[in-house]
C-alpha cells in the first residue's frame, strides 16, 4: 500500500510563487540556469572491502554506492549469464524527511530505476560474467546509499553506481572438485555503456534540471530520463504526483540527451577514461 | 583461508598489522561533513570508517511518544552492505539492533535531556567499513556529532575496545584479532567525570586481566579524547572576538 | 571567584570552568561545586555568572522576540505556527469573530512577536500584533547565527540591505525573508546570507560578505 508523503518539510506559499516566478524569468534560487547541473565530485575505492564503490556528490548531495561480489546459480532461462541485482536505502543520516526502518517506497523505487538503466543499455557485459555454464556465476550487489540530501538523489545515484562499476576490482573464482575457490587475481569490468539519468522538475508550463531540496517542494511533478551514449533513451520515470504537459516532453527528451551527454564527459574526465 | 594457523602476534610482540600490544590504529576524525543534520562527524580508526549525524532537537513523530519533562533519545547504529567481507543484506540485525540500545545508553549517560522537554535528539551512526571496534568508533563520532550539533552534554564520550590475543592484552583490536581473539571488551568513558558509559566483555578474562585492561582502555580513550578535543578547537579556531 | 579559562577561550563539554557553584549561567552545569561548560562555545562572564555561549544551539524563545512563521493548522479558537525544527507556536483567539477575521490560511507566512514561552508552550501575540507576509523570498538559516546576521548593533544586515538594496525581515527564530528590486539583488542578499551561516566564527566576515555581494551584483558570481 502507497500513502501519499506527508510534507515533513514545510512549504510556504510564497516559496512556490517564488521559484515559479523566478523560472518565468530564466532565474532560479542558486543563481543557476533552469538546466545547469550543480558541480560534481566522484570518489572512488573510499571502501577497500567492497569489490567496487563510489562516493559522489552533486552539490549538497552525496551518495555512496559499494559492490559485493558472490557466487550463484544463474537463472534457469540465462544459463550464460552472471546477473546484479541494485538495492537502495534513504538513509535517515541524510535528511529530516526520511525514517529509519524498513526500505520506503522511494528507496525501492530509486533502486529499481537505476537497475532499469543499467541493464536496458547493456553497460554489464552479462556473459563475462558466467563462470560454468547452467552452474555457477558471479552475482553483482550494487547497493546504494543516500548520505545527505539536498534535493536529487536520482543522477548522482546513477554516476555513483557506473563509477563504482568502472573502477571495479572483481574477484575471480574457479571452481575446483566441485568447490567454490578465489583465484587469489581479480578482474575489471568492461562497461559497454555509460547511461546517465537526468532529473527534471516541472512547475506550470516550464521545467528545471537538477531540482535542489528547496525547488523540489515547490514542483508541480517530476520526471526521470536516461539517456545513453548512442542517445538511446533507457530509462523513464515519472516519480511523483501531478500533470505533465504533453507538449514539454520533446524539449525534456532533447535536453536530457544533451545533459546526459555533459554528464559523461565529466565522468569520463575524472575517472580517465577514453570513451 | 589455509590450514596453517594464523599468527596474530609475533615474539617480539609486534601485531599482525605491525602495532604494537597498546598501540591504536591510525585516528582521523573531520567534523561537520554532512550538510543536512544538526550535526556530523567522519571517524576513521584503521580501516574502520563511519559517519555520525545528530538531528535535534525536533519534533517527536508521533507525538504521543513525547515525553513531558525531557527529550527522548533515539540511536540507529547501521552498517552498509559492502562495509564487511560478507555482504550484509539490507535491513537491521539483531547485532545492530543490540548495539543501536547499548551506545543509546551510553549518549543517554551524558546528555542533558531534560533542557528539551518533549523533543527528540536523533543520533545516526553508519558504518561504511567495518575492521573491528566499530561500535566504539562510532560512538566517538556520535559524540562529536553531538557537540557539533550544540546539544549539551556532561562531557565528551571516546572509547575504545580492549581485548586478549593469544594470551596478551592489546589495545584497539582490529577484525581479525576480535574473530580470533579470546576476549573482546568495548569501554566508553566521559574522561573528565572518569565514569564509564559502555562497558560489554564478549570472551574470557582473569579478574587481573580485567583490572590491567582496563587500564590499557583508559589509556587508549585518553589518546583518543585528546585528539576529539583537539580537533573541535581547530574547527572553532578561527571564532572571532564579535558580540555574540 | 576563581577561574580556569580566560575570556572567550573556546571551551569543550566537561571542560572546568570555576570553583563557584553559586554562580553558573547559560552553557554550564554544576557538579561536586564545580562549574562546568555544556557546550562547546565561548566561555565569559555575564551578570555576574560564568556562561558558555555555544557556537550552535537550539533557538530558545523569549518574550518580545520577533519571529516569523508558517501557519500549519487552523483552529476554532486560535492556530499552530511552525517557527522551524521542533517548534510550533500557537496564537490563542478566544473569539471565534477575531479568528475569521484574522483570517490566516495553511502555508501563509507571518511576522509575529512572541508573547510567552515556557513549559506549557510558546505563545503569540494576537491582533494587531501580526504582520501577513504575501510575498517575497522565504529562506532560513540555523537560529544560532541569526546574531551574526543582525550584527553589533546591525552593522551587518544594515549593510546587506543597503548594499543589495533588498527589504528584509528576520525572525530570531532562523526566518528571513527578502523583497528586493530583482532576482539578482535577492540573490545577492540570499548568498550573503549562505556566506555567514557557513563561516559565522570567522574574522573579516563583513568585509567578505560585502565583496560577495558586490561581485553578484556587478554580474560576476552567477555560480556559488
Known amino acids: 500500500m502507497?500513502?501519499?508523503?506527508?510534507?515533513?518539510?514545510?512549504?510556504?506559499?510564497i516559496v512556490q510563487e517564488k521559484i515559479y516566478n523566478l523560472l518565468m524569468q530564466g532565474k532560479r534560487l542558486d543563481g543557476r540556469s533552469p538546466t545547469d547541473i550543480r558541480p560534481i565530485n566522484?570518489?572512488?575505492?573510499?571502501?577497500?572491502?567492497?569489490?567496487?564503490?563510489?562516493?559522489?556528490?552533486?552539490?549538497?548531495?552525496?551518495?555512496?554506492?559499494?559492490?559485493?561480489?558472490?557466487?550463484?546459480?544463474?537463472?534457469?532461462?540465462?544459463?550464460?549469464?552472471?546477473?546484479?541485482?541494485?538495492?537502495?536505502?534513504?538513509?535517515?543520516?541524510?535528511?529530516?524527511?526520511?525514517?529509519?526502518g524498513p526500505p520506503d517506497e522511494r528507496g525501492v523505487e530509486l533502486a529499481r530505476v537505476v537497475d532499469r538503466s543499467i541493464r536496458e543499455s547493456k553497460c554489464i557485459d552479462l556473459e563475462k560474467l558466467c563462470l560454468i555454464e547452467g552452474e555457477k556465476a558471479y552475482i553483482l550487489f550494487i547497493d546504494i546509499y543516500v548520505l545527505d540530501y539536498d534535493g536529487n538523489y536520482y543522477d548522482p545515484s546513477t554516476i555513483a553506481v557506473l563509477a563504482a562499476l568502472a573502477t571495479a576490482r572483481i574477484p575471480s573464482y574457479e571452481v575446483i572438485n566441485g568447490k567454490v575457490q578465489k583465484t587469489g587475481e581479480y578482474f575489471n569490468l568492461q562497461l559497454q555503456s555509460l547511461p546517465f539519468t537526468v532529473t527534471f522538475g516541472i512547475i506550470k508550463e516550464k521545467f528545471l534540471v537538477d531540482p535542489q531540496i528547496e525547488e523540489e517542494s515547490a514542483l508541480d511533478v517530476s520526471l526521470i530520463i536516461g539517456v545513453d551514449e548512442k542517445d538511446n533513451i533507457v530509462s523513464i520515470q515519472k516519480n511523483s504526483p501531478g500533470l505533465i504537459p504533453e507538449s514539454l516532453l520533446e524539449q525534456m527528451i532533447e535536453t536530457a540527451s544533451e545533459k546526459s551527454k555533459f554528464i559523461r564527459q565529466k565522468f569520463c574526465e575524472a575517472l580517465n577514461i577514453r570513451k | 583461508m589455509n590450514n596453517e594457523k594464523l599468527k596474530l602476534i609475533s615474539e617480539e610482540g609486534i601485531r599482525i598489522d605491525g602495532r604494537r600490544l597498546e598501540e591504536l590504529r591510525p585516528l582521523k576524525i573531520e567534523i561537520g561533513v554532512l550538510d543536512k543534520s544538526d550535526g556530523s562527524a567522519y571517524v576513521e580508526l584503521g580501516k574502520t570508517k563511519i559517519f555520525a549525524a545528530v538531528f535535534g532537537p525536533r519534533e517527536v513523530h508521533p507525538k504521543h511518544l513525547a515525553l513531558p519533562d525531557r527529550a527522548i533519545l533515539n540511536c540507529?547504529?547501521?552498517?552498509?552492505?559492502?562495509?564487511?567481507?560478507?555482504?550484509?543484506?539490507?535491513?537491521?540485525?539483531?547485532?545492530?539492533?543490540?548495539?543501536s540500545k547499548v551506545i543509546r545508553e551510553a549518549l543517554e549517560s551524558v546528555v542533558f535531556l531534560e533542557e528539551f522537554p518533549r523533543t527528540s535528539i536523533d543520533v545516526y551512526i553508519e558504518v561504511i567499513q567495518a575492521d573491528g571496534g566499530t561500535r566504539t568508533a562510532g560512538l566517538t563520532a556520535a559524540s562529536l556529532a553531538l557537540a557539533e550539533a550544540g546539544i549539551p552534554m556532561a562531557d565528551l564520550v571516546a572509547a575504545v575496545a580492549v581485548g586478549k590475543v593469544e594470551g596478551h592484552l592489546v589495545l584497539d583490536l582490529c577484525d581479525i584479532e576480535d574473530k580470533y581473539g579470546e576476549a573482546d571488551m568495548p569501554i566508553a568513558m566521559t574522561p573528565r567525570l572518569n565514569s564509564i558509559v559502555l562497558l560489554q566483555l564478549n570472551g574470557r578474562l582473569t579478574k587481573e586481566e580485567f583490572r590491567k585492561a582496563l587500564e590499557l582502555a583508559k589509556k587508549g580513550i585518553m589518546e583518543i579524547y585528546q585528539k576529539q578535543k583537539d580537533t573541535l578547537r581547530k574547527k572553532y579556531s578561527e571564532a572571532s572576538l564579535m558580540e555574540v | 571567584m576563581p577561574l580556569y579559562f580566560s575570556e572567550r577561550e573556546i571551551v569543550l563539554p566537561g571542560q572546568l570552568l570555576s570553583d563557584d557553584s553559586k554562580r553558573s549561567g547559560e552553557g554550564t552545569y554544576v557538579l561536586g561545586g564545580k562549574v562546568y561548560a555544556s557546550t562547546v562555545g565561548f566561555a565569559t562572564i555575564k551578570n555576574d555568572k560564568v556562561c558558555v555561549i555555544p557556537f550552535k544551539g537550539a533557538y530558545n524563545p523569549?518574550?518580545?522576540?520577533?519571529?516569523?512563521?508558517?501557519?500549519?493548522?487552523?483552529?476554532?479558537?486560535?492556530?499552530?505556527?511552525?517557527?522551524?525544527?521542533?517548534?510550533?507556536?500557537?496564537?490563542?483567539?478566544?473569539?471565534?469573530?477575531?479568528?475569521?477575521?484574522?483570517?490566516?490560511?495553511?502555508?501563509?507566512?507571518?511576522?509575529?512577536?512572541?508573547?510567552?514561552?515556557?513549559?506549557?508552550?510558546?505563545?503569540?501575540?494576537?491582533?494587531?500584533?501580526?504582520?501577513?507576509?504575501?510575498?517575497?523570498?522565504?529562506?532560513?538559516?540555523?537560529?544560532?547565527k541569526i546574531p551574526r546576521l543582525i550584527g553589533r548593533r546591525g552593522s551587518m544586515i544594515n549593510m546587506i540591505k543597503k548594499e543589495t538594496g533588498c527589504d528584509m525581515l528576520v525572525g530570531r527564530n532562523g526566518f528571513i525573508v527578502i523583497k528586493g528590486p530583482s532576482p539578482t539583488n535577492e540573490f545577492a542578499a540570499v548568498s550573503a546570507i549562505k556566506l555567514i551561516e557557513k563561516e559565522a566564527h570567522s574574522q573579516g566576515l563583513t568585509e567578505r560578505v560585502e565583496n560577495l555581494i558586490r561581485s553578484i551584483l556587478a554580474g560576476g558570481a552567477e555560480n556559488e
Open chain 1, 2 to 13: 502507497s500513502i501519499s508523503q506527508i510534507k515533513k518539510s514545510l512549504t510556504a506559499r
Open chain 2, 76 to 99: 540507529r547504529y547501521h552498517m552498509t552492505s559492502f562495509s564487511v567481507d560478507e555482504r550484509k543484506p539490507l535491513g537491521m540485525t539483531r547485532r545492530e539492533i543490540e548495539l
Open chain 3, 62 to 144: 523569549q518574550p518580545g522576540d520577533k519571529v516569523i512563521g508558517i501557519v500549519i493548522d487552523v483552529k476554532p479558537n486560535g492556530f499552530e505556527v511552525s517557527l522551524g525544527r521542533h517548534l510550533t507556536a500557537t496564537i490563542r483567539i478566544p473569539d471565534k469573530k477575531e479568528v475569521q477575521a484574522l483570517n490566516l490560511k495553511i502555508g501563509e507566512v507571518i511576522y509575529a512577536f512572541v508573547k510567552e514561552s515556557g513549559l506549557r508552550g510558546v505563545f503569540l501575540e494576537t491582533g494587531e500584533r501580526i504582520k501577513k507576509i504575501t510575498s517575497g523570498l522565504l529562506v532560513s538559516m540555523h537560529p544560532s
Open chain 1, 42 to 100: 566522484i570518489v572512488t575505492g573510499l571502501v577497500e572491502k567492497a569489490d567496487g564503490s563510489a562516493l559522489v556528490s552533486m552539490g549538497g548531495t552525496k551518495i555512496l554506492v559499494g559492490i559485493k561480489t558472490e557466487v550463484g546459480s544463474p537463472y534457469s532461462d540465462r544459463p550464460k549469464e552472471g546477473s546484479f541485482t541494485v538495492n537502495a536505502e534513504l538513509l535517515p543520516l541524510a535528511s529530516i524527511s526520511f525514517e529509519p
